[in-house]
């Protein structure tokens, strides 16, 4: 099992930039792929970022793309996302994921999910 806790949520300016973390514990933080996704009320749950287990790979949704990094640190049990030039429309519920497979952008393939943390971009 593995347990995630997202942190680094809260109120920015459009503009501005926040960097999201997700604290894991539990069996081996290395042996997954890890995911962002976000949701806004009304919504359905959207895809972030994805890296792979090393860190030497990365993909991003569309709407971020240039402007979010993802990265992890594995001694430290932690994933990141680095949200900077944000907007409006990034306004959401951000959640941390963990997968067996690096590469889907599908929800379905995350078998843990974190609580997540809402951001909120003000114009």
């Known amino acids: 099992q593995v347990q995630l806790v997202e942190s680094g949520g809260g109120l920015v300016q459009a503009g501005g930039s926040l960097r999201l973390s997700c604290a894991a514990s539990g069996r081996t933080f290395s042996s997954y792929a890890m995911g962002w996704f976000r949701q806004a009320p009304g919504k359905e749950r959207d895809f972030v970022a994805a890296?792979?287990?090393?860190?030497?790979?990365?993909f991003y949704g569309n709407s971020v793309k240039g402007r979010f990094t993802i990265s992890r640190d594995n001694a430290k049990n932690t994933v990141y996302l680095q949200m900077n030039s944000l907007k409006p429309d990034d306004t959401a519920v951000y959640y941390c994921a963990a997968g067996s497979t690096f590469g889907t952008r599908s929800m379905a393939q995350y078998e843990y999910w974190g609580q997540g943390t809402q951001v909120t971009v003000s114009s």
């Open positions: 890296i792979s287990r090393s860190g030497g790979n990365t």
